[in-house]
């Protein structure tokens, strides 16, 4: 069964750091590409960010480029997203996410980590 | 980046109605459009890829078509558990962007 596992969320104060983790099962992780996306508290679905399988190929939206950085350790079937400089409009549910083998984005999404960027 | 437009943006129908949700984007996309569903507090879940494509688990009441700048979701014999906001994207280039949702309510 596939499974993803998302932790590291919390309450940050603007301007702070945190690495968010997303722990694979069920499947072969190095031979899928993975994703971040975002929901602030009331809102839509917002793609934060891409990497392929073997991390070589890395994509962000406009919104977090230069201050996240997503990143993976293949050995470990794991995920990560490094956030700095964070702001009150980062705070959010942070769902790790999938893509299908076959070409299509996220098949299966983790449980999601809450971010609150608050003073 | 590509636009993507929702509509209606929520909806009220009852136990065993035909809806339809319609999706548009700014650009042309071929066929690189996906549908997800969630219900309050879960993550989304996949219902359709390339457009038309049913996820591996998803009913067959779910359907999807369209191609280039026009999609639409239709969902027959509405049953309660398909109550939920439902999501269109698109996946042709990047950044990938999500329509603003449609909320699905019971009248």
């Known amino acids: 069964e596939v499974q993803l596992v998302e932790s590291g969320g919390g309450l940050v104060q603007p301007g702070g750091s945190l690495r968010l983790s997303c722990a694979a099962s069920?499947?072969?992780?190095?031979?899928?590409?993975m994703n971040w996306v975002r929901q602030a508290p009331g809102k839509g679905l917002e793609w934060v960010s891409y990497i392929s399988s073997s991390g070589s190929t890395i994509y962000y939206a406009d919104s977090v480029k230069g201050r996240f950085t997503i990143s993976r350790d293949n050995a470990k079937n794991s995920l990560y997203l490094q956030m700095n400089s964070l702001r009150a409009e980062d705070t959010a549910v942070y769902y790790c996410?999938?893509?299908?083998?076959?070409?299509?984005?996220?098949?299966?999404w983790g449980q999601g980590t809450l971010v609150t960027v608050s003073s | 980046d590509i636009q993507m437009t929702q509509s209606p943006s929520s909806l009220s129908a009852s136990v065993g109605d035909r809806v339809t949700i319609t999706c548009r984007a700014s650009?042309?996309?071929?066929?690189?459009l996906a549908w997800f569903q969630q219900k309050p507090g879960k993550a989304p879940k996949s219902l359709i890829y390339a457009a038309s494509s049913l996820q591996s688990g998803v009913p067959s009441k779910f359907s999807g078509s369209g191609s280039g700048t026009d999609f639409t979701l239709t969902i027959s014999s509405l049953q309660p558990e398909d109550f939920a906001t439902y999501y269109c994207q698109q996946y042709n280039s990047y950044p990938f962007t999500f329509g603003q949702g449609t909320r699905l309510e019971i009248k």
């Open positions: 069920g499947f072969t992780f190095s031979s899928y590409e």
């Open positions: 996410a999938r893509d299908r083998s076959s070409g299509g984005p996220h098949d299966y």
């Open positions: 650009q042309g996309i071929s066929n690189y």
